[in-house]
């Protein structure tokens, strides 16, 4: 579920972010020009094996497109990319996608869109998860084929010919998650089965800026941040657990229920973490609750602190087990750790008992948020 109320602000914002974070890319960086010959790689793919330009050799167009998982726009433009796949595969056109971002270059609220990040296990998940039925190949961990080609951002397309000389360079389409308009990309390759000049050889991109490996310092800048964010725990009493449970506010609620005594709870602390840092930025909330006995608040808030649950977390006031289970979620079968994502208006949408996966919690948050701006 996506909610439209948000969207126009937050897409403004975002365009902001990535004009900005443009500016950043390598000193000297051009984007091939048309007519240039491709550069060649050789890179893996999430299929286990590594491809080089003669692999697609037998070709007739070669469509390289660069893209990754974690952007909105990415994401927007993956049924696109299938289809192109799908619709030309017979006429002799390879489409290959390339991912040219430095996982350890982006940063966790940059993450506010997806459930994975850009590293190579995560672009296998996505792949398989997708069914892509072309290469997905991985540029992350020396940059050199994204430099080469000059990739300005994701989703970013480079067309070749048959003697693979460049002959179209920019976007898939002028819509993203709008109503297309021109089709760039695709009457690029049609024109070329066709043997005819391409219509308009040359477009603006648009998306998420390339993460070259020189921004590592930022991220690394911005978890040093995140962890010295203060810390507080609150007391929560009835009133406060029916509250939680009716979530009249806008935002989607997060809500951990754990215990200082309890290990598994302990160990998943980070993750959670993880995810307030992600889609902190949307309307999102992580609210954890320790089931501790008053007496041991110190030791609450020292393992909070050693975690930097930077979020609301609260110590609940309730000694009768049960009345806290009635009035938080009647389906909570008493262990913890214990789960819930409630949205707005108190509905559940995702619950466990036991330790969490905490993709699969990632994937249903995303699912309510979406994908796209």
């Known amino acids: 579920m996506s909610h439209a109320w948000h969207r126009p602000v937050l897409a403004i914002l975002v365009l902001i972010a990535q004009a900005s974070l443009v500016a950043a890319d390598p000193p000297g960086l051009r ?84 459930d994975l990040g850009d590293s190579f296990a995560e672009m296998k998940i996505r792949a398989k998860d997708r069914k892509f039925p072309f290469p997905y190949l991985n540029d992350g961990d020396t940059q050199q084929t994204a430099r080469a080609y000059g990739v300005l951002a994701t989703p970013h397309v480079f067309i070749f010919d048959q003697d693979r000389k460049l002959r179209y360079v920019g976007r898939i389409d002028d819509a993203e998650v709008k109503t297309v308009k021109t089709h760039d990309a695709r009457d690029a390759i049609q024109a070329l089965v066709a043997g005819k000049p391409v219509p308009v050889a040359s477009t603006r991109v648009f998306g998420c800026s390339t993460k070259w490996a020189d921004k590592q310092e ?45 290990g598994p709870c302990v160990a998943e602390l980070p993750d959670f973490v993880t995810m307030n840092r992600m889609y902190r930025g949307r309307p999102f909330k992580l609210v954890t609750i320790s089931l501790d006995d008053a007496e041991k608040k110190e030791a609450v808030l020292k393992v909070l602190r050693e975690k930097h649950v930077a979020a609301t977390n609260y110590l609940v006031t309730i000694k009768n087990r049960d009345r806290f289970g009635d009035l938080l979620d009647k389906e909570w079968p008493g262990p913890v750790p214990y789960t819930l994502l409630i949205a707005p208006g108190g509905k559940v949408i995702y619950r466990k008992s036991g330790a969490i996966d905490a993709l699969a919690v990632r994937r249903a948050i995303v699912a309510y948020l979406g994908r796209t701006y």
Not at 60 to 85: G, M, S
Not at 238 to 261: F, P, Q, S
């Open 31 to 114: 984007t091939l020009p048309l007519g240039a010959r491709a550069p060649d790689f050789q890179l893996p793919g999430v299929d286990g094996r590594t491809y080089t330009l003669k692999d697609f050799a037998a070709a007739r167009v070669l469509v390289i497109i660069f893209t990754c998982n974690h952007c909105p726009t990415a994401q927007a433009y993956e049924d696109r990319i299938i289809k192109l796949h799908s619709d030309f595969k017979d006429q002799g056109v390879a489409v290959v996608a390339i991912n040219p971002n430095d996982p350890r270059a982006v940063r966790l609220d940059e993450l506010g869109y997806t």
């Open 218 to 262: 930022d991220a690394g800048r911005a978890l040093a941040r995140w962890d010295g964010e203060p810390v507080k725990l609150e007391n929560l009493d009835e009133a406060g657990v029916t509250k939680l449970a009716k979530n009249d506010g806008k935002k989607l609620l997060l809500v951990n229920v754990w215990a200082t005594w309890c």
